[in-house]
Every structure is written in structure tokens, then in C-alpha cells.
């Protein structure tokens, strides 16, 4: 089952679970008679506009709650879990929006328990059915999550077992990443048999790693390519206890790609706070990065990046046409710069912002820094700058989705290929969506030199680490109070 195809399903069963959920809740208490007498009673010709409300209300709520996130092959348990905290809360919250005047006391606990019962369990049953159906799929090889595994050979071969006797889990193993290890002038490379570079990587009298349609590399440097290559949605990684300078190695590489790491549980004295115990059917593994942020403070995040970038657009658009048309009169050139970025998951995009510096600017010296008093401004887009007006449409770009009010700073792909060469774990900044302003924009000046980038990444990284809304709703404070000092840097 495609994910596209899970989320639709999803919709479809909660809908439907959600609209009887609301009919027979609306019958127990008008038709049926089960309860103290109402105080009121709708209208017969507004019935189905409640139900078709409350159904909205309650899909919106599952929304926010991130109960539309993949769990691929998870526990339905603990989703159940999850929809049992999301359906109280939302209980509560229509008894004081909605009923807490229309009922007397005994009308009120009976009928909030009557209607929690009958969402939760209609849309349990629902989902329960939506997952039985994927799993059944999954076993018969439909939808299988294309996995590679990274590792020392015979904790390869091991790994793989150990996936081969849990179809239910949903790993499709494609790639091999077999990793060697270096031997010093002095040592007997007969001594270790994955020493030997000739060593045959696969075991084919076994046949424990698969050879027809999968690839196997021995040179950790072409993980990334091999990532994209082969359209990898997991990464299982397998090394001994000693081998933290190869997981770090393979965490920094994998910084940035848009798939889900998990490794054996022998590392998770090692990286602490960064993984998150889980098993599938059974097979135990550790995730590695989780999501830095909780469903309902990303839904929170997105929907403020939504109402501020679209009023600020709509609103301000009188002003923002005397600036575009004073960009045109004060130099020669369009009023809009574009230039390509590079985004969450290592996507690129076109950023929009007012050019402030003249048409072919780096024409003679090629991509470069801008400094605090670059001569390449034009005196107009000195005062934009100064103020940050010049970042205004990248609004637009944070309404489309393609960045966020407050992340890391997106960055060209020229600064991105060079600075993940020399800084560690610089693409981890593409775990999230790239922002308009962030940790590092209001804590440290413009790049001048390297050391500059590498202070800017440790508070990007700390942002990441520690996102919330709260965290979002401080830094955007804090970038205001700079504009109106006219600090922008």
C-alpha cells in the first residue's frame, strides 16, 4: 500500500466511522430516548449540517494531532493509544464550546460518555481494518519499504536473517553497504576475513544477501549517491560495539536524505537523546534522528507560518508594490532576485527576495559571501538590508511550503557541497525546513570565513535539537526587536 494510497484510506475509514459515530449519538439522544430529556432539540433540517460540522471538526483535530503521519508496519496498539488521548481532548473541547449550557449534570457524563464511545471505538474499528488490510499486503510483498543495510560482513548477514524472519515488518532489503576495515603494514590480513579486499562480500553458497536486482558497494563515501540511487526509504545499520567512529561517519552521511535510519541496539549508550527504542514485529531496532518536533507543535508551526506569511502578502501588498517599483527606478535589473537553495531533505528550490546589489554581482568572482558593508549594494538595497525588507517575499516561499518562518537558513548548493566537506554533520540542518530568520540569525553576525559557518551550524543544530513552538515563537521576537533596531544582519 502506497502511502498515498494509506492516507486516503485513512480519510475515508475516519469519515465514515465519524459521520455514524455522530448519527448514532445524535439518535441515542433525540430519537431513542436514552438519556434525561434534552434541554433542546435541533431542528430535523439541520441535523445532517451537525453531523457534516462535527465530522470536519473531529478529521481537522486528527490532523493537528498528527494521526495522519506514516506508521508504517507500527503497532496498531499504540495508535489506538494515541486516537484514545486525541478523541478526550477533543470531548472536552466541544462539552465547553458547545454543551456545557445545554446539559444538566447527569445529561452531561452520560452523554460524553456515550459519544467518546462511540467515536473511538467506530473509528478504532475503522483503522484497525485499514492497518489488517496494509499488513496483509505487506506479507504478500506489496508496498515494502526499499531498505539498505550498512555494516561490518558478518553483521550483514546476520542482520539480514534476522529481517528475513519478520516479513512483517515491511523491509524490502535492495543494497548492501559492506564496509571493510583498514589493516596497519604489520598486521596478517588472513587474520580477519573482512580485512581481505578480496574477500567475496556476498556468501551465495548461504545465499544470505540477495544478488538478483540488489547492489552492493564496499566505500562508505558513495552512501549518498547509493541512497538516491536506489530510492532508499530505510537505512538499517549493523556494526560491533567499537565501531562509533564508523556510526558517526554514517549518521553525518546520511544528515540531509529523506529517510529513516535505524540501527541495532548495541549503540544507544552512544547517541543518547538522538534515538528512540522501537520494534517491529518483533525485530528490535533503535531510530535514530526521530522527528524533532511533536505532531501537534508542527501542525501549530505550520499553520502560524500560513496566517503570518499570507497576511503580511495580502496586507502589506500596497507597500510591497512601492518597493518592487523604487528596486526598478534607484538600478538597472528586475526588482526579484531568484536563486536556487537547498531545502529540507536536500531538495532544492527558487528563493525570492527584492535585489539589493547590482545585476551580476558575482559575474567576475563567482559564488561568494556577502559582507555587513558590501560594496556590490546598491544604496537602496542597503536600506532593505538594514531593515530586512528584502526577505519579504520570501513570504511567498513559506505560504508554498518550501520554507518555514524560523529554521535554518537555506544555503546555495555551491556553499552546501563545500561546507559538508569540511564542517561535520552540516547537512543534519536539512532535516527540517529551511527558515526566513533562526537561532543563528539572531545570535551571530554575516559569514565572513569558515569559522563564521561553523558557529552559525552549532546554532542550527542547537535549534534543531531543541525546536518548539515556543522556541519558534522567541526567535521571531527576537527578529523583530532586530529589524526595529535596524540590526539586520
Not at 181 to 204: G, L, M, V
Not at 215 to 230: A, G, N
Request: charged share 25%; with cysteine.
Amino acid at each position: 500500500m502506497s502511502r498515498r494510497i494509506e492516507l486516503i484510506s485513512l480519510l475515508a475509514a475516519d469519515a465514515i466511522a465519524l459521520a455514524w459515530a455522530n448519527m448514532i449519538w445524535y439518535w441515542a439522544r433525540f430519537s431513542w430516548g436514552w438519556f434525561s430529556d434534552p434541554v433542546f432539540a435541533p431542528d430535523t433540517q439541520f441535523v445532517w449540517a451537525l453531523v457534516a460540522l462535527l465530522t470536519i471538526f473531529w478529521l481537522v483535530l486528527f490532523l493537528f494531532y498528527g494521526m495522519y503521519r506514516e506508521r508504517y508496519a507500527a503497532s496498531r496498539f499504540d495508535e489506538l493509544v494515541s486516537l484514545a488521548k486525541v478523541v478526550t481532548f477533543g470531548i472536552l473541547v466541544l462539552f465547553f464550546l458547545l454543551f456545557i449550557e445545554s446539559l444538566d449534570a447527569y445529561s452531561a457524563r452520560t452523554n460524553l460518555v456515550f459519544y467518546f464511545a462511540a467515536v473511538f471505538v467506530l473509528v478504532a474499528t475503522g483503522r484497525v481494518l485499514v492497518r489488517s488490510v496494509q499488513k496483509l499486503l505487506i506479507l504478500k510483498g506489496y508496498g515494502l519499504h526499499r531498505t539498505l543495510i550498512v555494516g561490518w560482513s558478518d553483521m550483514l548477514d546476520q542482520l539480514y536473517e534476522e529481517v528475513a524472519r519478520y516479513p512483517e515488518a515491511g523491509l524490502d532489503i535492495v543494497g548492501a553497504l559492506r564496509l571493510r576495515r583498514e589493516t596497519t603494514a604489520h598486521s596478517d590480513p588472513n587474520s580477519d576475513p573482512n580485512s581481505d579486499p578480496n574477500n567475496d562480500p556476498i556468501n551465495t553458497e548461504d545465499g544470505l544477501l540477495p544478488q538478483n536486482g540488489s547492489k552492493e558497494l564496499s566505500s562508505i563515501q558513495e552512501l549518498p549517491q547509493l541512497i538516491d540511487d536506489l530510492e532508499i526509504q530505510d537505512v538499517l545499520i549493523a556494526l560491533g560495539a567499537d565501531d562509533g567512529g564508523s556510526l558517526m561517519e554514517v549518521l553525518r552521511l546520511c544528515d540531509g536524505k529523506s529517510v529513516s535510519l535505524k540501527l541495532v541496539p548495541d549503540f544507544y549508550t552512544l547517541i543518547g537523546g538522538m534515538a528512540r527504542t522501537e520494534h517491529m514485529y518483533g525485530l528490535p531496532l533503535i531510530e535514530v534522528l526521530p522527528e524533532p518536533m511533536q505532531p501537534w507543535e508542527e501542525s501549530l508551526k505550520r499553520l502560524m507560518d500560513l496566517v503570518i506569511s499570507g497576511t503580511v502578502l495580502v496586507v502589506g501588498l500596497p507597500l510591497w508594490i512601492v518597493i518592487d517599483f523604487m528596486v526598478r527606478l534607484t538600478s538597472s535589473g528586475p526588482s526579484i532576485y531568484r536563486q536556487h537553495r537547498v531545502g529540507q531533505h536536500g531538495r532544492e528550490f527558487v528563493m525570492y527576495k527584492y535585489r539589493t546589489m547590482r545585476i551580476n554581482a558575482e559575474a567576475e568572482t563567482g559564488p561568494v559571501w556577502a559582507s555587513e558593508d558590501d560594496p556590490r549594494y546598491t544604496r537602496f538595497g542597503r536600506w532593505l538590508r538594514k531593515w530586512r525588507i528584502d526577505e519579504i517575499p520570501q513570504m511567498w516561499n513559506v505560504f508554498k511550503g518550501d520554507m518555514s518562518l524560523v529554521g535554518p537558513r537555506p544555503e546555495r548548493p555551491f556553499f552546501v557541497e563545500k561546507f559538508s566537506s569540511q564542517i561535520p554533520l552540516y547537512n543534519r540542518r536539512h532535516r527540517v525546513k529551511p527558515g526566513i530568520t533562526g537561532w543563528a540569525q539572531v545570535k551571530w553576525k554575516y559569514d565572513s570565513n569558515l569559522d563564521d559557518v561553523r558557529q552559525k551550524v552549532k546554532y542550527d543544530l542547537f535549534y534543531i535539537e531543541n525546536m518548539s513552538f515556543k522556541r519558534d515563537l522567541q526567535i521571531l521576537f527576537r527578529t523583530v526587536y532586530t529589524a526595529i533596531r535596524g540590526a539586520g544582519r
